[in-house]
């Protein structure tokens, strides 16, 4: 099977910083597009941002010039750097990716989410 696990969730201030990791594991023969969206309480999960195989990026326009995402390839994660945050960053941030098993289909999958608080 196969997982997604994100780390570096977290509190930070307005204005601070804080970079979310995502790492693909199991039985994997390619992974294609990734990203990362976010939920917050009382609201429907959106885009952040998301990246292709080659490295093609898309963002929500609420995060542009703040947040930056990137993958690996060789290591199957990808990150989401997050600057300038502010109180309505906060939420649950999921990675999200399409990812081929050795003679599957593609297959998108979420990890569990991590915890984003951005107060004073």
């Known amino acids: 099977q196969v997982q997604l696990v994100e780390s570096g969730g977290g509190s930070a201030q307005p204005g601070g910083s804080l970079k979310l990791s995502c790492a693909a594991s199991g039985n994997i023969f390619s992974i294609e597009g990734m990203g990362w969206y976010r939920q917050a309480p009382g609201k429907q999960r959106e885009l952040v941002a998301t990246i292709s195989r080659l490295g093609t990026t898309n963002y929500a326009d609420s995060v542009k010039g703040r947040f930056t995402i990137s993958r690996d390839n060789a290591k199957n994660t990808v990150d989401l750097q997050t600057n300038s945050l502010k109180p309505e960053d906060t939420a649950v941030y999921y990675c999200?990716?399409?990812?081929?098993?050795?003679?599957?289909?593609?297959?998108?999958?979420w990890g569990q989410g991590t915890q984003v608080t951005v107060s004073s």
């Open positions: 999200n990716a399409d990812i081929r098993r050795r003679l599957s289909p593609l297959v998108n999958y």
